[in-house]
């Protein structure tokens, strides 16, 4: 770590407050700046802390509290004792291998305030935003009742909320989630009132800038979700611990809380260092597809792992498209000779996996060393090994959860790379302790994971690198059964709001695309809304570490140009550049790899023309491949048209999309 002595920090002591008997006490206040001095932190801690935010004398947040309530009526915040601080200035580089970058740049100002009440509080003010954390000092055992997490206003903002997506009202009930919706964009007063969210969420200010809630590095504590409070302000819900949790839910693969106790966490060793509070600034919409916060606060992978081993890329998926293929000697299904025709379309475009989802193990018994009958393992295994393709299991949480250990060594040995995990849709204490857990020994086994039906990533895939990608997004197999549901302005809104969180399992590349008059649901033939060029350009706006390819092989040999495209994207690069965007409106991204760079854009249901500035390319002579809307993709949605041009010296380059439009390029020196 490089340590910067000129860090500007002002601390200030004074005497605020005076009791009828005269008797002083002392409060203290501080600013912490930014490392370029755009956004200020203002703490006070006194009878209780509080901070606010500013950035270029803009008012973000008014005072806010924060605290957290222990058991036996002690707290870390109220009535605490203030007994010094440290502070430190760090800019430094760091290497990130699976990711949307290679090297990572974290520069912030930092303060540590100490008090005599067992525990410590951490300020961070970055340029793009600030966070902050509690750090328990205890050393004892402790119970955490509750958490005080409070986000002032200075005036009624609109906002993008993600509600909790489900029918039951009661606010315990609605914290059993698969953490999927699609956004609300709300003024504050006119939030549901029994209703909470999740993050991340974004709030937008009068003069346009946005700050976006999500929280970093939770682990052993659980998630936040959010709730409104008059008209300015937010605070933070949090589920409790569970007391008693049945198998059930779906196929009776899920453990179903029935009870819960009277506090949110429990610790048996009292040093904890609890999840940071995150919230990211931007002036331009376009600084929130690219922010890095998340990924810098997570604690980094441990030393003595070797994660080089962790091989992301893309996967041949089955679900989606139904086992749907066609033109073939054999009865399509969950069969060793349809799983064998995927192997061997993956082998064929240099697909790294396929994936057995659910239907492989013995349906309603919760037990991952059953295998139905019309699955032969070891001879799928022996199969793709010969043709270099990798596979991956899905399991439920419940028969995932029953013998981790014995899970991963099982299949490890037998040649499985990994698990699709699915339907946790809890985010309290020993859901969250289940991730971490699964990860730890899923990485000494060498087993990649993908985290379905679970919350947002806070920065775990940084812990462990074979955590390669998490749901917790409203993706494209919501296509299946919608009705009413318009994909197109979620995609270009997902990005500045969800994404910046962590990557995204949306499972994107429809071959079957429609515009939005003749969209309509089908389980066995799904479709994607918008045009083709739009699938393909998610393989490039979207991070995914690891990337279905969700239709059918049987569709993507009959359109052989396009799939050779998106099985040579990428799925981690060394640099990201977001070139253009509007949330809800559209989006420009440029991804490099090697001496290569992709660019994709999308837009709303809005025709648009982009003016891009390809300056980043740097000098030389370019060469582009494109795939751009045909004419008349505004009604036949499969419509696109692949040219091959030289880039002009001036870099620059108009695209014109259809509405809910794309646009792919890969871009090669000549």
């Known amino acids: 770590m490089k340590v910067i002595n000129n860090m500007k920090l002002l601390f200030l002591t004074c005497i605020v407050f005076l009791n009828i008997n005269i008797n002083a006490q002392n409060a203290k206040y501080f600013i912490l700046k930014s490392p370029n001095g755009s956004l200020n932190v203002e703490i006070s801690c006194d009878e209780k802390i509080e901070y606010k935010l500013l950035h270029d004398g803009d008012i973000l947040l008014e005072k806010s509290d924060i605290s957290m309530k222990l058991e036996g009526g002690n707290s870390f915040g109220i009535h605490s004792k203030y007994i010094g601080f440290s502070k430190q200035s760090v800019n430094k580089t760091f290497a990130s291998s699976i990711y949307k970058k290679n090297q990572i740049t974290d520069a912030f100002n930092e303060i540590t305030l100490k008090f005599k009440d067992g525990f410590q509080l951490i300020f961070r003010a970055y340029d793009d935003g600030m966070a902050y954390r509690f750090v328990s000092t205890l050393n004892k ?7 005080q997490v409070v986000y002032n206003f200075p005036y009624e903002p609109k906002l993008y909320v993600p509600y909790a997506n489900t029918e039951k009202r009661t606010i315990e009930s609605q ?14 007063s006119e939030w549901e009132t029994d209703r909470i969210a999740f993050s991340p969420l974004l709030v937008e200010y009068e003069n346009g800038k946005k700050l976006v809630i999500v929280e970093a590095d939770l682990t052993n504590y659980p998630g936040m979700f959010l709730y409104a409070e008059g008209c300015k302000s937010l605070k933070g819900k949090f589920a409790a611990y569970p ?9 009776n693969l899920q453990l179903l809380v029935n009870k819960r106790e009277s506090y949110i966490a429990k610790y048996e060793n009292g040093n904890v260092s609890f999840p940071w509070r995150t919230l990211i600034v931007s002036t331009k919409d376009s600084e929130l597809a690219n922010n890095d916060m998340v990924y810098k606060l997570a604690t980094p992978s441990s030393s003595d792992m070797d994660f080089t081993w962790v091989k992301p890329g893309k996967v041949a998926w089955d679900w989606w498209n139904d086992w749907n293929i066609y033109g073939v000697e054999f ?21 790294e996996y396929i994936i057995l989802d659910e239907g492989w193990s013995v349906k309603n018994k919760a037990d991952l060393y059953q295998i139905v009958p019309e699955i032969n393992l070891k001879e799928l295994i022996t199969y793709s090994e010969k043709k270099n393709v990798g596979l991956i299991l899905w399991a439920g949480y419940a028969a995932f959860e029953k013998d981790i250990e014995g899970v991963c060594k099982h299949y490890s040995e037998m040649g499985i790379k990994g698990f699709k995990v699915d339907f946790m849709e809890r985010d309290d204490q020993v859901a969250v302790n289940f991730h971490y857990r699964a990860a730890k020994i899923a990485a000494q086994h060498r087993m990649l994971l993908d985290f379905h039906g679970t919350y947002k990533p ?23 059964w919608a009705k009413n549901l318009d994909m197109v302005s979620y ?11 962590g990557p995204v399992d949306y499972t994107q590349g429809a071959m079957s695309n429609a515009t939005k008059e003749n969209y309509r649901p089908s389980n066995s033939e799904p479709m994607s809304q918008g045009t083709r060029c739009r699938q393909l350009a998610e393989y490039i706006v979207f991070e995914s570490p690891l990337n279905m390819l969700c239709d059918n092989p049987s569709n993507y040999m009959r359109e052989p140009t396009c799939t050779k495209f998106i099985a040579e994207v990428p799925t981690v690069w060394d640099s990201t550049i977001v070139l253009d ?18 660019v994709g854009a999308m837009t709303n249901w809005d025709a648009r023309n982009l003016n891009l500035d390809l300056s980043f390319l740097g000098a030389g002579n370019f060469k582009a491949v494109i795939f751009k809307d045909g004419v008349n993709a505004d009604k036949a949605a499969h419509d696109y048209k692949k040219v091959e041009i030289n880039i002009l010296s001036d870099k620059k380059l108009n695209i014109q999309m259809a509405p809910g439009g794309g646009f792919a390029m890969k871009i090669s020196k000549l």
């Open 141 to 147: 055992r402790f119970v955490v009742e509750n958490e």
């Open 175 to 188: 914290m059993a989630i698969s953490f999927e919706n699609v956004y609300k964009y709300i003024k504050l």
């Open 243 to 251: 007391k008693k949790a049945t198998l059930g839910g779906y196929n």
């Open 331 to 351: 009865k399509s299904g969950i069969n060793n000779d349809t799983y064998k025709y995927y192997i061997d379309f993956a082998s064929k475009y240099g697909i």
């Open 458 to 480: 806070t920065g775990l895939q940084r812990t462990f690198p074979n955590v390669i990608n998490v749901e917790a997004v409203y993706g494209l197999e919501q296509m299946k």
């Open 491 to 501: 995609d270009v809104t997902m990005p500045f709001i969800r994404m910046i969180a």
């Open 581 to 598: 965007g509007k949330v809800a409106e559209y989006i420009a991204v440029a991804r490099e790899k090697g001496s290569v760079w992709y």
